[in-house]
């Protein structure tokens, strides 16, 4: 059963809140949530980068966990505004199982 099939078999048992819910998430969805993050095929393997930028959304929460400040990061990557690290962790926020699946994909390579 794939998941279109799913949804359509599940409307009829919800409430019209929840249809709303759902109809917010899918627009949500289809629209662009994240100004100043983009991806593009590729670009850093198709990877969530700073938009003006080849800087990976990965790498800056990878940089953070370690324990760099946001001072830090700006230091370190001039081309940054306080508002592209904003966005960042927006985005990671958001799509936590991709970002993290990223670090450990680029840690293994590193220690390939």
Do not use: H
């Amino acid at each position: 059963m794939t998941a279109l099939q799913k949804v359509k078999d599940l409307l009829p048992e919800m409430s019209p809140g929840e249809k709303a819910q759902v109809a917010k998430w899918i627009s949500d969805d289809l629209s662009y949530r994240f100004p100043g993050i983009e991806k593009t095929p590729g670009l850093c393997g198709g990877s969530a980068c700073i938009v003006r930028t080849r800087i990976p959304v990965w790498l800056l929460v990878e940089a953070r966990q370690a324990g760099a400040s946001e001072a830090d990061l700006l230091k370190s990557y001039p081309s940054l505004r306080a508002e592209d690290l904003t966005n960042a962790w927006a985005y990671y926020r958001a799509s936590k199982a991709e970002v993290e699946q990223e670090i450990l994909e680029n840690e293994e390579v590193e220690a390939g």
